[in-house]
Structures are given as C-alpha cells and as structure tokens.
C-alpha cells in the first residue's frame, strides 16, 4: 500500500508506528508490574501482620496450658508416691494459682470417683463437694476475691465437654469459645483442659478458665496500611476478636466459606482470598494464617482485612504520571524522527544523481559527503565501484597494447580485482592463451629434445598450419626415440638382476633382524618376570608375618571382650543404687510440697524448690532406666562379639599356615624362572651374530646394485617411453623361483650357495635344479672352488 510513497515518509510512518506500539507496551507493563508489585508487598505485609499477632494470641493462651499442665504434673506426682493426699492442701495450691494469674477466670480439677484419696464418701454432701463426695473443687474470681465451689454438669455430654473430651481422648483441648454470665455480666471466655494420667489411665481433669476480652481491646488498635483491620477466629468459626465490636461473640458468614478455608488451616497452611466489596468499592485481601494452641487438633486462626483501593492509591498516581510523561516523550521522539528521515534521504539523493551520471559514462561526478554512518558507508562505496570499473577499462587497455606489440606473455591482474570483474579479465587471458598457446607447445617440446626427453607426444588437437607443422616435429621425435631405446635395454636388464638379488639379500637381512628384536623382547620379559616373582615371593612372606599377627590379635581381643562383659554387670549393679535414690529424692520433695502448701504465704518459695527436686528427681529415675537399658544391650552384643572373636582365632591360625606355604612355593617358581632367562639370553646372543652376518651379505649385494646403476646412469640423458621387452624362459623361471621362496629356505639357500661345500645338501625349494642354482650363483658373482671354505661357513650352519 505504501511502495509508491517516498522514503522519507514511509520512513517516518514506520517508525512512529513501532515507536507509539512499543510506548504502549511499555505502559501497559509498567501499569501490571507496578499493581502486582503493591499487591504483593500488601500480601506480604499482611502476612507478617497476621503471624505477629497470631503468636501474640498464641502467649496468651499457652500462659493457661502451661498452667494446666504443670498441675496435671503435680497431681501426678502425687498419686506417684504413697502418701495420701489431703484435699484442704490442694485446694490451697489452687487458689493459689487463680491468685498468681489475674487473666484466669477460674481453675479447677475434677477426679474419677475414688481416684483422688478414696475418701469420696467421707465428703458426700459436705461443703463445696457434690452428692458423689467426688474432689471437684472450682475456684472462681469474684469481686470479694477467689471463691470455692463445686463442679457441675461434669457428666453431661455437651455441657462438661471440658471435662469428658480429655477424658476420652486423652489429650489436651481448647473449648470452642463461648458466653458465660459472671456477676450479671456476660463474658467470652474458652476453657483449657489437661487430662491427669497415672499407668496410662486417665484419674482426672485438671483446667483452668480465662476471658477473651483481652483480645478485642488489642484488635481494636491495630489498623494494616491504616486502612484494614484484623480479626480471631476460632476453630467453629466464632469470632474471638472483631473490629466491629458487634461480631465479636457471632459466627463467621456463610458467605465467607468458613469451611473451606477452616480445612486449609488444620492443615497449618496459610489462605488467601481476594474478592469485591459493593460497601467498598473496592477490592479486598483477607488472610487467614493458623495459630496452633498447645497440642489440640482445633487451632484458631487470625485474619486480616485490607481494602486494596486505598493501599494501590499511591501507585495509581505514579502510573497516571508516568503515563502523562510517556506521551510528552512520545511527542519529542516522532519530532526527532522526522528530523532523522531527513537527514537521512538528502545524501541519497546525491547518490541517485550521481549513479545515473555513471551509467552514462561521467566518471567526474564526485560525492562530498561528512557522514560517518551507514550514509557514508553508501557514498564511499560508490566511490569505489567508480575507481574499479575505471581500474576494469585501463588494464583492458593494456592488455590490448600488450598484444598488439607482439608481448604474449602479458596477461591482466585478475587478482586485483573480485567476483565478475575478476571473470572478465580471466576472460581477456584466455582469449590471449588461444593464440599464444601453440607457439609455447611447440618451443617447449623442441626445448625438451635438445635436453634428451623424448617422453612426452606432442599434441595434435590444433587446427589449420598450426597442425601441419606438429606433424612434422612429432615424426622426428619418434624415429630418435626408437634409437635410444635400443641402447637403453641393454642398461636396464643389468640394473634389473643386481635389484633383485639386493632385494634377496635385504629380506634375508631383515628376518634375521626382526629374530633378535624378537629374542630381545623374549629376554626382557622374562627378566620382568623374573622380578615380579620375586617380589610375590616377598609379599607372600610379608603376609604370612601379618597373619601370625592377626592371630595374635583376636586372641587379645576374646580376652578384651570378656573383661567389657563383667564391667557392664558392675556398671547394672551402681545403677540401681541410683535409681533407688531417684525414688527416695521423688517422695522429699512431695512431702515438701505438702508442707509448704501448709505453710501458706510462708511456703512459696520453698514450694518452689520442692516442684524442681521432684522434676529432678524424676528426670535422674528416668535416665538411670535408660541407662540401665543400654548396659543391658551392651552386654548382650558384647558376649555375641565374644562369640565371633572365639571362631576367629582358629581361622587366623589356619590363614597363617596357608600363607606359610605360598611363600615357599613362591620361592620356589622365582628360582626356576631364573634358570629359564639364563638360557633366553644364551639364545639372544647367537641371534645378534647371525644377524650381523645378513646385515654382511645385504651389504654385498647393495655394491653389486651401484654398479648396475653406473651403467643405467650412462644413458639418462635420454628419457624414453619404456617398451615390456620379452624375458628368456630361464630368467622367468628363476624369477617365478625366488618369489615363492619361503624366507626360511632361501636363507639356507643363500648359506649354501656361499659356503660350496658338497656336504651341506640344498634343502628342497619350489623344485629348483642345478641349472637355477648355477644362475643364482653367476648373479652373486660367487667363484667358490670345490670343497673351499670361508669365514661364514661355521656361523650359516650354527643357524
């Protein structure tokens, strides 16, 4: 749609396009990264916000079941011992305690019938006891002070859950929250309960009653991002704690899926919900993070509410600001493009009009241009396209002087230059090699006879006068050629038969060298062997030493094993003196409980210390138990490794005895390996004689081979075609006899033919006769005379 509008105005169409897309891009990212950041800073906030505050939640409530248990803990100890307990005396320590924590409502313990003293009728109908005459005290706060009454509803499903839900499971629980009248005024309050074990069967109940208030005064100050609010929810879905003072005490709306988000936090997971809110307008954040009270299966959870509206506010107004500078600097960038597609089309233009001035064939037009960018590029390129096409023109001249005054030898510089303009002066080069061509042929070639090479045909694929006269010169060559190949024969059969003994000699040179590497080889290997026997041979004493030991050893350890055995029975002895005191300590410190509590006021502090004695006492019983476990353990695994070490000593014994005789055995194979080598290196020695022996007899023959040469070297000034000439029946066969020779036979061959002697028969090879033996002998030039004997004679039979 655009090929037929200019360049500078597609170029500014173009780039404001990509440049107003990629503005937009940039705003859009920019609006999403900013928002998700904000929401993911307020998340995190929030979070904090919300463990915070569950923790604060959770010390508040854990000061009750910490309470809770450290009375379980004292009721157990004291149904431990064997005295009786005296019921005046713990309602002392319970009141004492509703005094030490004004956040308690109420503390309370409720006993099975029986289980506390065994007195419950003695106590029927009495002051603050029921008809049972069970120990159910309950101190509660009233304006006047502590005040003591009995439990009730303690047998009631539903109503003395606080009671029958440890009972039965026997674990610590967290009563749902719930409303009770104290003094005409209604107070939430929950209910923490401990159940009192003795032999693994629940005796009783202990607890204690504290107010939620507390709860809603904080959520009341706490504001996240000074616009959210916080709340408690606990494990029904009750609201413990509620910026609006009027849902504190109420369920959570069904709208608000409580039970989906309730799984979640049993699970101790964290939710997070996003939703809109009409009376807002806006949208919300709420995060539920889960408080684990104690060890119950019910934790609470905290929430925290944040309307996003007024937490993204600030964020908002950065993005409308940012927004508002894109578009100025949009504004500022299309001005600069314009400017920029002008200042880019100008020199083009300037390029165009002088492109068209050298087609014409101008080649003053020149380009003046200051650019330093791909403008300049262009201009400079220009540039030189010019000065080739001018450098083109004037080597074509050249060319054409060149030839003109009879110069063939001159050709253009095709390297100068690349890719077409490259092909057209190789073209002109080869238009010059046309007519130069067969003039060179014909220098050369009578060049290469008045040096003696008559090898080369001269060529005949030439056209007109040049091919009558190749005619002429190549008949000449031939007939010169014919002469000298007649002399040259005569040189080569002479240099052919001293070629072939040398190859003989040189076979029989080689084998005989290859024997002795072999031999060499043989040699230091059983030298290697030698040494690795011997060193076996010493590793086998060297055992032999550490097996004796080994014995030695096991029986030190038997020894060692027995004498652990009977100092575990003495360490199990002591252990029982300490546990029987652990016993004794237990029952001082609960009587001294007892006493202090007597005491009142006067007793606190020495309370106190007996509560510490007693846990002491109680943790050295029970490490003095393990204690005696473990030395139990050790002594069974101490006779068991008794038992292994008794085995062991006979099968060291036995090992020692084999190693004892490996090592003679050893001895005797490095002593036998020594006698092999000994004779290995007699062996390697008269395979180095006969080897420099072969090395003789090829050197022999490499003489006879430079004399034949002397001969051929007569005649290479002349180089000719080589033409197979036929061989005499006799030379083939002596020829066909060598090849087939086995290295083995034509050694002893050459030993007899050199030695002459009549009573060393020639062993049969390939069906030689005399007649080919006689040849063989004329080739080496031997004149050994009957029954005449050499140096050689001894080493060649020895071989």
Known sequence: MLQHVRLKTRMIIYICSVASVAFLVVIMFFVLKTNRAARSQATREAHEIAYRYGNVVKLEIEVAFHTARAMAQMFEGMKSSDAVPQRAVTNAVLRQVLETYPQFLGVWTCWEPNQFDGRDAEFAGTPNHDATGRYIPYWVRTSAGPALEPLKYYDVEGDGDWYLRPKKSKQETLLDPFTYPIEGKDVLMTTISVPIIVDQTVVGVTGVDIALTTFEEMVQHIHPFNVGSLAIIAHNGMYVAHVEHEKTGQMVAASEEWPTVNAQVEQGRAVVRAEYAEELHSDILRIFVPVQLGMTTTPWAVAVTIPMKPVLHDTTVMVYQSVG?????????????????????QPLQQIICASQELARGNFAQEIVTVHHDEIGDLAHTYQEMKDTIRAVLTETEMLITAVQEGQLITRGHAQR???????????????????????????????????????????????????????????????????????????????????????????????????????????????????????????????????????????????????????????????????????????????????????????????????????????????????????????????????????????????????????????????????????????????????????????????????????QQAMAFFTVKEIQAPSSPKEDELLRLLHGIEKERLVALLASLFSNKAASPIPPVANINSEGVEHLQRLLRIEHKEGEADALDEEFERY
Not at 325 to 345: D, P, Q
């Open 325 to 345: 500078l894109g578009v100025v600097a949009l504004a500022l960038m299309i001005a600069a493009i314009i400017f920029i597609a002008r200042s880019v089309t």
């Open 417 to 711: 230059f690349q890719g077409e303009w490259q092909a057209l002066i190789l073209g002109i080069n080869r238009l010059i090699d046309a007519f130069a061509d067969p003039i060179t042929v014909m220098a050369e070639y009578i060049q290469r006879i008045a040096q003696g090479d008559l090898t080369e045909t001269l060529r005949a694929d030439y056209q007109g006068d040049f091919k009558a006269m190749m005619q002429q010169v190549q008949a000449m060559a031939t007939k010169l050629t014919e002469v000298v190949r007649h002399v040259k024969t005569a040189a080569q059969d002479v240099a052919q038969r001293s070629r072939e003994m040398n190859v003989v000699a040189e076979q029989m040179s080689q084998g005989a060298s290859q024997q002795a590497a072999a031999t060499e080889e043989v040699s230091a290997s059983m030298q290697e062997m030698a040494a690795n026997i011997h060193q076996s041979a010493d590793n086998a004493k060297l055992a032999e030493n550490m097996a004796l030991k080994s014995a030695e050893d096991a029986r030190a350890g038997n020894q060692a094993v027995t004498e652990l055995i009977q100092a575990m029975e003495v360490i199990a002895e002591r252990i029982s003196i300490v546990q029987e005191i652990a016993s004794q300590t237990n029952m001082l410190s609960l009587n001294a409980t007892i006493e202090a509590s007597r005491a009142q006021e006067y007793g606190k502090g020495f309370s106190v210390v007996a509560s510490s004695v007693r846990e002491l006492a109680h943790q050295t019983r029970t490490a003095a138990d393990e204690i005696r476990a473990l030395v139990h353990s050790s002594v069974v695994l101490s006779a068991q490794a008794g038992e292994v070490l008794q085995r062991l000593v006979p099968n060291s014994e036995k090992t020692a005895e084999l190693v004892q005789e490996i090592s003679v055995s050893s001895q005797e194979q490095s002593r036998g390996v020594e006698q092999v080598n000994l004779a290995v290196q007699q062996l390697d020695s008269v395979t180095q004689h006969t080897a420099a022996t072969a090395e003789e007899v090829a050197s022999t023959a490499e003489s006879l081979t430079l004399q034949a040469d002397a001969l």
